[in-house]
């Protein structure tokens, strides 16, 4: 029995002496920076962002806008709740006289996740890159008003424009490039665009093709670090299968397609959340095809569109009647009263334009019946239900409309008759407009598909874009749209909300108007948290 107890005693001083031990350890620790046992235990902060395509590269100077380059790549500058433009990497910055200027205070204390410090140099390679010709980058027409990019100090760098530009502040929240990785790389095959070192607050960590892309918080990020420990970017291309992975738990964040709101339940792990935007749908016409040449028909078809009906029955509500590509601009001018649904008014535009009636109620003109094809992504359901909802629409006016979905790999813009276009710009209205509308972007550019030529749009886009005041700019701006309404290069249909899938263990998702097709939701990606 003694021998028992003093067995116990034994044990019991041992344990305490050991219980002793860790607690003084642990004091030590605590004081040296590390992190407690049962912290660093605990799972990361983890959010799977179920994406509608996969990720071929990550390089905002060939991509445009991509939500993924913004979490490893910051700019100049960066917009603010409500898009106006914010100091980033540039602190401050001055600007001459004559607005042909801009002198860029640098951080210091901006790295790049490999270490190296982030200089003018950095930013001088970046634009330099971009518009270069041969880098062909979607985005290059947004900057052709840089004549020159000058380093003056290691953090001071100056850029000297041909006109006035007021949207390049805007403009140069661009993710910047690192020049000590780049420099004399071919940027369209440089392993940099699938092994990316960016300054922004995550990194890369893994990459697999056709799976996933997981990125872990960046320490090194020089604004506030996110409450997110790593991001899985995994592509998710059937809306329905992002419906379910987002009922199972599999992803946490997605784009969802309109008429999937109905299927959420109480129980479900996420919340539909639906967020305003200035992304707009029209019809595109091909000027290329004599059918569209007279602004008569397309004014006529205009008119014998019911938008309000398109809101309501395509979009379940969630959008508004679309009249013009800046209607969610300051620089908006609004649709003048009756430009909705107009019949009488586009029968006599038709008829005026010598198109009659044939056999089959189709109209005819010179031996030509209105018919064409209308096109739109087969993997967009809004796109498609908005071509068969004009097709019905424009039918009683003796307009025959196929419409004809198709995988992108098949759409060849100079080949078809019109196209369900989707465009529009939160930023500055230089955005969508210039790169859209001007006819030099016919050859020099990417997005004026349809081969629009007006020289009067084309006067005023160039002008607004280089007037420094802003009233002024919103004077241009109005006869721009004024002009359009003349001579429409699409036939605007409605603006469409975007609506995405939120997991209820996320809050502090940002409310800001979102751009094309729902980017720009991870703009405030820092705030976010995690339960």
């Known amino acids: 029995m003694m021998k028992t107890c003093k067995l116990l005693l034994a044990l019991f001083s041992i344990a305490s002496l050991l219980a002793m031990l860790g607690c003084s350890s642990t004091q030590s620790g605590d004081q040296a920076g590390s992190v407690p046992a049962a ?5 990361p902060k983890t959010i799977v962002f179920g994406t509608e395509s996969e990720v071929e590269m990550i390089n905002p100077v060939l991509n445009g806008d991509q939500d993924v380059d913004t979490l490893l790549f910051r ?20 600007v001459s006289t004559d607005q042909r200027e801009y002198t860029f205070v640098l951080r210091e204390d901006v790295a790049w996740e490999d270490g190296n410090p982030l ?7 970046t634009l330099d890159t971009l518009l270069n010709p041969a880098t062909n980058s979607p985005i290059q027409s947004d900057f052709n008003e840089i004549d020159r990019v000058q380093v003056l100090e290691p953090h001071k760098v100056k850029i000297t424009l041909k006109d006035p530009f007021p949207p390049l502040l805007n403009k140069l929240k661009l993710g910047l490039l690192p020049k000590h990785l780049l420099e004399g790389k071919e940027i369209h095959t440089a392993e940099f665009n699938r092994k990316p070192v960016g300054n922004g607050p995550f990194k890369l960590k893994e990459w697999k093709t056709d799976q996933s892309i997981v990125l872990v918080r960046n320490d090194k990020f020089h604004g506030t670090k996110p409450q997110i420990d790593e991001m899985i970017i995994r592509p998710v291309t059937d809306p329905n299968t992002r419906l379910m992975q987002l009922k199972t738990g599999e992803i946490d964040l997605a784009y969802m397609e309109l008429n999937q709101e109905g299927s959420v339940k109480d129980t479900d792990p996420f919340t539909a959340l639906q967020i305003t935007t200035v992304d707009y749908r029209g019809i595109l016409y091909n000027f290329r095809n004599p059918l569209f040449q007279d602004p008569q028909v ?15 029955g ?11 590509p800046l209607q969610k601009s300051w620089a908006n001018d609004p649709a003048p009263e009756g430009a909705e649904l107009r019949p009488e008014e586009a029968k006599a535009l038709l008829e005026k334009a010598g198109w009659k009636p044939g056999a089959d109620d189709v109209l005819v003109k010179d031996g030509t019946r209105f018919e064409f ?12 239900a908005l071509a068969n909802a004009v097709r019905t629409q424009l039918k009683p006016l003796g307009i025959s409309v196929n419409p004809k979905p198709l995988n992108w790999s098949a759409i060849q813009f100079d080949k078809i008759d019109a196209f369900m276009i989707a465009w529009g710009s ?14 030099s972007q016919i050859e020099t550019g990417l997005y004026n598909y349809g081969a629009y030529r007006n020289d009067k749009v084309n006067k005023r886009l160039t002008e607004a874009r280089i007037e420094p005041e802003r009233d002024k700019r ?12 003349k001579d429409p290069a699409f036939n605007f249909l409605v603006y469409v909300d975007a609506l995405y899938g939120v997991s209820k263990k996320i809050s502090g998702v940002g409310n800001r108007p979102l751009g094309h097709h729902g980017a720009g939701v991870l703009w405030n990606i820092e705030e976010w948290t995690v339960k």
């Open 39 to 43: 912290q660093s235990a605990a799972a």
């Open 75 to 94: 700019g100049l500058t960066k917009p603010t709740s409500d898009n106006e433009v914010a100091p980033d990497i540039a602190k401050e910055w001055t």
């Open 119 to 125: 200089t003018a140099e950095d930013v001088k390679f």
């Open 298 to 312: 397309r004014l006529a078809m205009s008119a014998a569109l019911d938008r309000e009906a398109l809101v309501q």
């Open 314 to 324: 395509v979009l379940f509500g969630k959008g508004q009647p679309a009249y013009g």
């Open 373 to 384: 094809d209308l096109v739109s992504p087969a993997t967009d359901t809004v796109r498609v």
């Open 426 to 439: 939160e930023f500055d209205p230089d955005d969508h407009t210039y790169r859209v509308f001007h006819s």
């Open 474 to 485: 919103k004077d241009l701006y109005a006869e721009f749209q004024r002009e359009l309404r």
